[in-house]
Nanobody
Framework: QAQLVESGGGLVQPGGSLRLSCAAS????????IGWFRQAPGKEREGISC????????YYADSVKGRFTISRDNAKNTVYLQMNSLKPEDTAVYFC???????????????????????????WGQGTQVTVSS
């Protein structure tokens, strides 16, 4: 059964760093646009970074640009999110996703997806909690 399994979340102080991992099994992540999303209580799911190996394009939301970095290790079939200079407003459940149905033409289109039918067009991880608090 195909899976995305996340790890690396936890509690960190403001200004600190975390590295989230999302390991895929039973399918090859490099075939698909992948992304990181987050959802805080009472808010819509927010696309924060999406990347396509096909065209090499990467998108970052303004809220994380310059602080977060998305990357892949194809040998490990894993996508990472390096989070630096963390702020309390970064507190959320973080999800990884793969566009396994080729629903999005661009990385921005994938990251702009927050709700609606296309939530079912991507393959999601289970989410991991990140809490930024002093």
């Amino acid at each position: 059964q195909a899976q995305l399994v996340e790890s690396g979340g936890g509690l960190v102080q403001p200004g600190g760093s975390l590295r989230l991992s999302c390991a895929a099994s039973k399918f090859t992540l490099d075939y698909y646009t992948i992304g990181w999303f987050r959802q805080a209580p009472g808010k819509e799911r927010e696309g924060i970074s999406c990347h396509s190996s096909n065209d090499g394009s990467t998108y970052y939301a303004d809220s994380v640009k310059g602080r977060f970095t998305i990357s892949r290790d194809n040998a490990k079939n894993t996508v990472y999110l390096q989070m630096n200079s963390l702020k309390p407003e970064d507190t959320a459940v973080y999800f990884c996703a793969a566009d396994t149905r080729w629903a999005f033409a661009t990385v921005q289109a994938m990251c702009d997806m927050t709700s609606g039918p296309k939530l079912n067009e991507v393959f999601w991880g289970q989410g991991t909690q990140v809490t930024v608090s002093s």
